[in-house]
Nanobody, 127 residues
Framework: QVQLVESGGGVVQAGDSLSLSCVADGRTFNSYTLGWFRQAPGKERELVAGITWNGGSTSYADSVKGRFSIFRLNAENTVLLQMNSLKPEDTAVYYC????????????????????WGQGTQVTVSS
């Protein structure tokens, strides 16, 4: 079972930028789609951004397109989420997750398809 550790959350003002990092402990990191999810109080967990194992395909929630970017550094077992022009509605706990199936060619959006999760990092955007 791979372990994922997120970092980089914090409290920022609307319009600021923040970068989240997720480091995986495991030898099979490079073979899997990775995703960043978020969950706000009282809301369902949603995919914010995902990237396939080879970086060939990415997917973003409509609400973050043009503002967030996902990158993976396979040599460092790391996936990054660059968040720009943050809004108060981006406030949530952000989770890094690894897909259950290796070598997928598209990013699945269902949390149930991701079987390894980090502990989450809080992002708070004040207005």
């Amino acid at each position: 079972q791979v372990q994922l550790v997120e970092s980089g959350g914090g409290v920022v003002q609307a319009g600021d930028s923040l970068s989240l990092s997720c480091v995986a402990d495991g030898r099979t990191f490079n073979s899997y789609t990775l995703g960043w999810f978020r969950q706000a109080p009282g809301k369902e967990r949603e995919l914010v951004a995902g990237i396939t194992w080879n970086g060939g395909s990415t997917s973003y929630a409509d609400s973050v397109k043009g503002r967030f970017s996902i990158f993976r550094l396979n040599a460092e077992n790391t996936v990054l989420l660059q968040m720009n022009s943050l809004k108060p509605e981006d406030t949530a706990v952000y989770y890094c997750a690894r897909h259950s199936t290796p070598y997928t060619l598209v990013v699945g959006r269902r949390p149930a398809d991701f079987t390894s999760w980090g502990q989450g990092t809080q992002v708070t955007v004040s207005s």
